[in-house]
Every structure is written in structure tokens, then in C-alpha cells.
């Protein structure tokens, strides 16, 4: 069974930083592409990141570009969200999801997701 | 940025009764729509790809739509477990983006 189990939510100041983790199993991590999508409390889904099944690809969301990277160890089967300069629209639930399928059309489509972790940016 | 319109916001119905819900884009995406249902508390999940191909284990209940610009979800009879939100996504660009979600609650 695919699963994915994000990591590394928590409260932090505005201007802080977070990491976040999203540990996969139950498939081939290295042969996908992985993105993260969050959700701000009682709004709808924004698309953050994306990146290739080698990592050696990337996009952004407009609004998270300059301060957030996203990367992957493929030996350790964990996908990275690394946030910098947070500001308090960027507390959200952050997702990692899987692409659907595998190859060089990547960044496809979501499936499945993980269960999310809260981020809360507060002054 | 292709804007993703959803359309009714809200959409009250009882169970058995057909669900119609129209997704519609800012400019053409080919087929590149993708439709997912979010249950309070829970993460989306994938019910069509492609605008028309329901993903693995979803059932038959739910149909898509749609090429170009005006896209559809169909639940033909719509079950307890059906009552959720929906989102659809598109990825006709690098830049990926959803629509603002439908509701569909109990009457």
C-alpha cells in the first residue's frame, strides 16, 4: 500500500523558518515526481511545489517562490519542504502528494496524498 | 494563470438523486483536468484524471466530461458517503491550479 506521512508542522513566528518532511513507502520513490499542495483553514487547495522523480527538477506557486525549496532524498525515500520568511497566509495544512504515474510527464496528477501536517505562522 | 471556475458553489441534494457539477477554465486546457473529493478532516482524493478516466477504485457512480474549456463530474446517484466537497485541477501549464471547490451537502 502507497502511503505518505508528512512531518515537521508546528507554530512558528512570522519571519521564521520550518522544514518539512514527507516520508514515503509502498512504491518506488526515485521513479516519481512529489509535490506539495496546502490547504489555509477553511479555504480550498493551493499547488506549492513540484519536483522531478531525479529532483533535478522544479517549480514553484508564485507566492511561495524565493522562500520556500523543495527537495527529495531518494535514499531515504523522504520529500522536503523547506520554508523560509513565513508569513501568516502561509499557515495552512501542507500535503505531499504522489505523482499518479511515473516518467518524464511528471508533475501529472495527485494520487495519493498525504494525511497533511498543520503549519501555523503567528506574531 | 489559468483561473478554474466551479460552479454551484453549493449544491443541495438527497441521496439517489443525480449530482451535476461544471468546472469551467480562463482558457482552453485540452483534457488536462482532474477532478478530487475532500471529505472534513481528511486529505483529497483522486477521482478522475484526463477529464474522463476515473482513477483506481473509484466507482462507476462517478463520470467526467469535458474537453477544452467546459468540464463536468457526474455522480449519477449520489450515495451517503458521496456528501463532500470537490475540487477540480488543472495542469495544461507549469503552473498548476484548482478551482474554488463544490460543495455537495444533504437537503
Known amino acids: 500500500e502507497v502511503q505518505l506521512l508528512e512531518s515537521g508542522g508546528g507554530l512558528v513566528q512570522r519571519g521564521g523558518s520550518l522544514r518539512l518532511s514527507c516520508a514515503g513507502s509502498g512504491f518506488t520513490f526515485s521513479s516519481y515526481g512529489m509535490s506539495w499542495v496546502r490547504q489555509a483553514p477553511g479555504k480550498g487547495l493551493e499547488w506549492v511545489s513540484a519536483v522531478s522523480d531525479s529532483g533535478g527538477s522544479t517549480n514553484y506557486a508564485d507566492s511561495v517562490k524565493g522562500r520556500f525549496t523543495i527537495s527529495r532524498d531518494n535514499s531515504k525515500n523522504t520529500l522536503y519542504l523547506q520554508m523560509n520568511s513565513l508569513r501568516d497566509e502561509d499557515t495552512a495544512v501542507y500535503y505531499c502528494a504522489k505523482d499518479l504515474w511515473s516518467g518524464e510527464d511528471w508533475r501529472n496528477w495527485f494520487d495519493p496524498w498525504g494525511q497533511g501536517t498543520l503549519v501555523t505562522v503567528s506574531s | 494563470e489559468i483561473v478554474l471556475t466551479q460552479s454551484p458553489a453549493t449544491l443541495s441534494l438527497s441521496p439517489g438523486e443525480r449530482a451535476t457539477l461544471s468546472c469551467r477554465a480562463s482558457q482552453s486546457i485540452s483534457s488536462y483536468l482532474a477532478w478530487y473529493q475532500q471529505k472534513p478532516g481528511q486529505a483529497p482524493r483522486l477521482l478522475i484524471y484526463?477529464?474522463?478516466n476515473r482513477a483506481t477504485g473509484i466507482p462507476a457512480r462517478f463520470s467526467g466530461s469535458g474537453f477544452g474549456t467546459d468540464f463536468t463530474l457526474t455522480i449519477s446517484s449520489l450515495e451517503p458517503e458521496d456528501f463532500a466537497v470537490y475540487y477540480c485541477q488543472q495542469r495544461r501549464n507549469w503552473l498548476i491550479t484548482f478551482g474554488g471547490g463544490t460543495k455537495v451537502e444533504i437537503k
Open positions: 484526463d477529464a474522463s
